[in-house]
């Protein structure tokens, strides 16, 4: 009686809690508040993408809107163009990096009520400015989200530019070993969380699992000498790429040549594991290099140990039409790269062999 009343703090059912996914939680409150001086709490849950719907069915209503860059997750972009629109909330899909549209668009319309933030974004590696947009945000009164995935809290910390909410997908670098799906909800007001939020995560039962949450506990473990080891092979990697015949673009905000670069070196420690590249060939060009990798692996996920690529137009993207693709900048022959941790020369070899000049 004296835990349902909440009298007692303690553990009574595992969708609502469990000690060892408390710990999980706290670790990453502790990682993205470091050096901070401010308290937030999270929630855990079964893959980002619950967390991502633990948000938005959390904190929007009918007939309220959502401002959102154009390169978003797919996961992200279908949920709030698919699935949202039938319980009244809409998406507002912009060029967030563009301040002054971003500005003109909260202005004219009352009924927009949040900002969804990637950055870098999936699978471009845009990177839209945390401190303007939020303090943009925050003068209309809007809720901020960030979701925080591709760099971790080493690299980034999005409550720094005073965001209400972030996200991972601990699927990723969180875990950095591919060996769980999960996913983390953090918000700064502190009631909200324990109230609101924890009975919509409750409910829609998109709880995260004892053994999955260790699993995290494990990899967390190593994240700042991944996350380091990752950056530097990366760097590495669009040095490489850059100089090669075969490749038209390197998308890598660590490179002076990115639209990002400084945006990227103003909010970011380093600028990330992932880049994408562009095959001079097109589509069967990236057919044949995917094909032709040895070490590397061909596959959609990223932030492992193990260097992963994708090619959209044959994979993720394959039954979008053309022009739709373009539109979130991707072309038949992007090759999206999450730089691993092995030997460098491991990597440069079978990239090197798998291209053709
Ligand atoms: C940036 C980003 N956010 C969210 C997600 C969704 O995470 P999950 O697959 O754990 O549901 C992904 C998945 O790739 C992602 O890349």
């Known amino acids: 009686m004296r835990r ?50 633990t948000l938005m069915l959390g904190t929007l209503k009918p007939g309220d809107k959502i401002i959102t860059h154009f390169s978003l997750y797919g996961g992200t972009d279908e949920l709030v163009t698919k699935i949202l629109p039938s319980f009244g909330i809409t998406a507002i899909i912009t060029d967030l990096r563009d301040l002054n549209k971003a500005e003109a668009l909260i202005k004219g319309d ?15 590696i845009q990177c839209v400015d945390l401190e303007e947009l939020s303090r943009l945000a925050k003068q209309h009164n809007l809720i901020v989200a960030c ?42 007001d502190i009631e909200l969380m324990k109230n609101k939020m924890t009975k919509v995560h409750r409910l829609l039962g998109g709880n995260s699992n004892p053994f999955d949450a260790f699993l995290l506990i494990q990899g967390i473990k190593t994240l700042e000498v991944r996350m380091e080891r990752h950056c530097h092979n990366a760097m590495e990697v669009a040095g490489f790429l850059e100089e090669h015949s075969a490749v038209a673009k390197v998308n ?24 994408s590249f562009e095959l001079k060939g097109g589509i069967q060009a990236g057919i044949d290099f ?54 460098i020369q491991d990597i440069i070899t079978d990239l090197e062999q798998a291209l053709v000049r």
């Open 4 to 53: 349902f009343s909440g009298e007692e703090e303690g553990y009574i059912y595992s969708r609502w809690g469990n000690p060892t996914i408390f710990e999980a939680e706290q670790k990453i409150a502790a990682l993205e508040t470091f050096g901070l001086g401010i308290e937030v709490k999270g929630i855990l849950h079964a893959s980002g993408m619950a967390a991502i719907s």
């Open 110 to 124: 009352k009924a927009i009520k949040m900002m969804y933030l990637e950055t870098p974004a999936n699978p471009t």
């Open 147 to 188: 979701d925080n995935t591709f760099a971790t809290p080493y690299l980034q910390q999005p409550f720094r530019y005073n965001v209400d909410f972030i996200i991972h997908s601990t699927t990723k670098f969180l875990n950095g070993h591919g060996t769980a799906i999960g996913g983390i909800l953090l918000g700064n």
């Open 252 to 275: 890598y905000t660590g490179l002076a040549s990115h639209p990002d670069h400084y945006i990227s070196i103003k909010q970011m420690r380093h600028p990330g594991a992932m880049l």
């Open 290 to 343: 995917m094909n032709r990798l040895k070490m590397c692996v061909r596959t959609v996920s990223l932030g492992t140990c193990d260097t992963l690529l994708s090619h959209p137009a044959s994979m993720t993207h394959y039954s979008i039409p053309k022009e739709e693709k373009e539109k979130y900048g991707i072309t038949d022959g992007l090759i999206r790269v999450n730089v691993g941790i092995e030997n």
